[in-house]
């Protein structure tokens, strides 16, 4: 087993499946954790919108933003496009930079209305993440968080988190590029949907519960492999 692999058995031991994307369940406004795989266009729009909402901010202001677009039925590329940016944004308030952000939301319903779903769905991976980043706003982040958890293709995200962590732990140096610290994920671990899902979420839970800004290194379940351990 590498060490990318034993990273993510230890991290899935301690903190068991994380169940990402969290999605909002048919009928409801809230969005829940452990809620499995996107079953509908709706979902899979509403993670890309979960995408772009989560820019720069914690999860608890996306669900906030989430939910008033649900309130309002906005979760849909023709509602939002017909929707007044002014509105939008003050729907948004909550996930920050609200402007930019109402703007981003319009220019990936956009799109989608022109692309579909079900045409998406169609593409290679490469082929859709190439597509996500000549989208204004989609940078490499957004645009793997929206292949791997929206269209379920094998592309693995790399966040802020995930430097920390792996740089902390003396695998790669804490201002590794981006694709350099996904490629060494990616030709270490199984390719599989669920593997990435699963690693990306658990990473994230690790950088909240031990790796955090100031690390609690007592107890953490990386602890002897870690070259930062305090
Ligand atoms: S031992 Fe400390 S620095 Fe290393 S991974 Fe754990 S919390 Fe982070």
Redesign the pocket.
Known sequence: MNKFQNIYAILHKEYGPQGWWPLTPDGETRTKHHSGNPKSEQHRFEIMLGAILTQNTAWTNVEKALEQLHKNKLVHYDKILSTKKEKLASLIRSAGYYNQKAERLAIISRFVKEHTIKGLMKKDTAALREMLLSVKGIGPETADSIVLYAFEKPSFVIDAYTK??FS??GICAADVDYHELQKMFMDSIRKDVDVYKEYHALIVE??KQ???TK???KN????R??????
């Open positions: 920390r962590i902390r732990i690790h950088a031990h790796c955090r690390p609690g290194c953490c379940p990386l602890g492999l870690c070259m930062k351990r305090i």
